[in-house]
């Protein structure tokens, strides 16, 4: 049956994740006892790759199998009954496959027939989707002869095409120029406000432009979670700048967590976390995410402040990691939707924020699920 937008609205969707663990051959624990809970808004999910991200997002879209733990959606298991949530499910892979022959209208519209939505209402779609992500003057090229920027555009395009109430996106700008970033960001968090949206991304700017719920995650595990100004006080008093001799980098970064590195007159101008001056020309700085992302990731923070603990994490005045617990927040939410249905090959490791997460693990592959039709 159709919800009528008086009733999607009304609704107040919720999506939680339970203990969720998934341990792939070999032992490889990719997802450890993480708890979270979603109502309408944004939550931004952060972490550097093979951090377990993916293997998350996959588990929330009901693509893959939690090895133990439970998913809600609305109160209802949706590992053992899916098509609960796929119904009204949009997803977008970190990777997705296309057909390149066909144009994006022409997949577009595949994908909208075998979401249940009636031609008429395709086409309308599609053409606000194409104009959404600037891709109307392109939408009748093949998708093979498409940049990795339009590729990924037309996967947030697929994402949206049956008004989802709940949105799952997985590094959705990768390969998206600066302007359209700020375009998608926007977007989503006009999204937000009355359905569930899960956002992941190594990339801080993704997150605090647009989340007001942030979590952390690193070795499988959920590190943090708060709004940005509680994560932000777990750091202040302990961000400094200093400049120090090109020769004497390499010892301070064995001694701190550095953010930043910059060539200055004199020296090399660092950013860098201490709970004392690292030095009596060292400058105490204003927090930004980026530092906070270091700390927790890098177990570096010395001193805690008053934000919200739903990790589980240390305690005040001890260690940032721990067993994930129980999220927060309820809320509303609206509109139909549908799954999306492709082959997610593994995430190329990378670094953010500086030189602290080299040697990061690529994702594991995971395979999708099936279409969710509307009904």
């Not at 999506?15 to 969720?20: G, I, M, P, Q």
């Not at 109307?136 to 989802?164: C, H, N």
């Not at 200093?242 to 007159?265: F, K």
């Not at 090399?268 to 700390?295: C, F, I, K, N």
């Amino acid at each position: 049956m159709n919800r009528t937008p008086s009733q999607a609205t009304a609704e107040k969707p919720t999506l939680e994740l339970k203990h969720v663990t998934k341990v792939y051959k070999g032992g490889k624990r990719a997802v450890d006892a993480v708890s979270l809970r979603l109502g309408a808004g944004l939550l931004g999910l952060l972490g550097p790759n093979g951090a377990g991200k993916s293997s998350l997002m996959r588990i929330a879209a009901t693509v893959t199998r939690p090895t133990s733990g439970n998913v809600l959606f609305d109160g209802q298991d949706v590992v053992s009954r899916p098509d609960a949530l796929r119904e009204v499910l949009g997803y977008l892979p970190q990777d997705f496959g296309v057909y390149p022959h066909l144009s994006a209208r022409e997949f577009l519209s595949y994908l909208a027939a075998v979401k249940g939505l009636s031609a008429r209402t395709a086409r309308r779609r599609i053409g606000e989707l194409l104009e959404l992500v600037n891709l109307t003057e392109a939408g009748r090229r093949p998708l093979g002869k498409y940049s990795g920027g339009m590729l990924r555009r037309v996967g947030i395009a697929q994402a949206l095409l049956a008004d989802p109430r709940v949105l799952i996106v997985d590094e959705p700008t990768a390969g998206l120029d600066p302007e359209e970033r700020v375009r998608f960001r926007t977007m989503l968090s006009d999204l937000a406000e009355d359905r569930v949206v899960l956002l992941s991304t190594h990339i801080v700017s993704d997150i605090e432009s647009v989340a007001s719920d942030i979590a952390i995650v690193a070795r499988g595990r959920l590190l943090r979670r708060g709004t940005p100004e509680e994560l932000l006080r777990e750091v202040d008093g302990q961000v400094w700048e200093t400049v120090v001799a090109p020769s004497d980098v390499a010892a301070m970064r064995e001694r701190y967590v550095i953010s930043r590195t910059v060539r200055a007159a004199g020296g090399v101008r660092l950013r860098l976390l201490s709970a004392t001056p690292p030095g009596g020309d060292a400058v105490r700085m204003t927090p930004d995410l980026e530092d906070v992302y270091l700390a927790v990731v890098n177990g570096s923070a010395v001193r805690l402040g008053g934000g919200r603990d739903d990790a589980g994490a240390g305690g005040r005045g001890g260690s940032w990691a721990g067993d994930a617990g129980a999220g927060r927040r309820d809320g509303a939410g609206g509109g139909v939707g549908g799954a999306f249905t492709g082959a997610a090959p593994p995430a190329r490791p990378g670094d953010l924020g500086g030189a602290f997460m080299r040697g990061a693990p690529s994702a594991r592959r995971g395979d999708l699920g099936g279409h969710g039709a509307v009904r």
